[in-house]
């Protein structure tokens, strides 16, 4: 089994999915800390020494070695879904839950968060919401292609694992 958790920055599949993992019986894996370690750099490095494009290439090799792997759970960086057709590669390898959370609580996560992410540093709260509303809209079609939705402020691994049993 292949579980794929996605969706925007802070809305978090990484919490999530290592509770899932340890109830479902499975390996966790983070594809942002799995490309950190498999190329030697931090994300904030890659973006600030190579740009968003290399960092996109990057992710897509990593994405493409993970689907080959048995009974995982996955949470991608919240920008995975929306490039190549990493939707589409993900779907045939197993199955997407987009865990979409309210824009404010985004908000209220990502700025009390301890990751430094290129995409949104430095943002004030006022330009953090905007830059997420934004970016959210372009980014929500690609999300919408997952086999499941979950709407909320907070989403709970009940509510992934009742989803697993319909
Ligand atoms: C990104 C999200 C980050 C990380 C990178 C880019 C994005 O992952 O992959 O900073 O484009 O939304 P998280 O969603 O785990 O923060």
Same mark, same amino acid.
């Given at each position: 089994m292949r579980i794929f958790l996605i969706g925007f920055m802070g809305c978090g599949k990484s919490t999530l999915g290592r509770s899932l993992a340890s109830e479902l019986n499975l390996t966790f894996i983070d594809l942002d800390s799995f490309l950190e370690e498999k190329y030697f750099k931090?994300?904030?490095?890659?973006?600030?020494?190579?740009?968003?494009?290399?960092?996109?290439? @990057?992710? !897509?090799?990593?994405? /493409?070695?993970?689907?080959?792997?048995?009974d995982v759970i996955l949470a991608t960086g919240g920008g995975a879904p929306c490039f190549f057709d990493n939707m589409e590669l993900m779907n045939e390898s197993g199955?997407?839950?987009?865990?979409?959370?309210?824009?404010?609580?985004?908000?209220?996560?990502?700025?009390?968060?301890?990751?430094?992410r290129p995409l949104i540093k430095g943002k004030s709260p006022e330009e953090l919401h905007k830059f997420i509303e934004g970016l959210l809209? @372009?980014? !929500?079609?690609?999300? /919408?292609?997952?086999?499941y939705i979950l709407k909320g402020s907070e989403i709970t691994p009940v509510q992934v694992l009742e989803l697993l049993d319909k």
């Amino acid at each position: 089994m292949r579980i794929f958790l996605i969706g925007f920055m802070g809305c978090g599949k990484s919490t999530l999915g290592r509770s899932l993992a340890s109830e479902l019986n499975l390996t966790f894996i983070d594809l942002d800390s799995f490309l950190e370690e498999k190329y030697f750099k931090t994300i904030p490095q890659i973006f600030a020494e190579e740009g968003e494009e290399s960092f996109r290439r @990057k992710e !897509r090799n990593v994405l /493409e070695e993970v689907c080959g792997f048995d009974d995982v759970i996955l949470a991608t960086g919240g920008g995975a879904p929306c490039f190549f057709d990493n939707m589409e590669l993900m779907n045939e390898s197993g199955f997407c839950v987009f865990l979409d959370v309210d824009i404010r609580s985004l908000v209220s996560r990502l700025i009390h968060a301890k990751i430094e992410r290129p995409l949104i540093k430095g943002k004030s709260p006022e330009e953090l919401h905007k830059f997420i509303e934004g970016l959210l809209a @372009k980014r !929500r079609p690609f999300y /919408e292609k997952a086999k499941y939705i979950l709407k909320g402020s907070e989403i709970t691994p009940v509510q992934v694992l009742e989803l697993l049993d319909k």
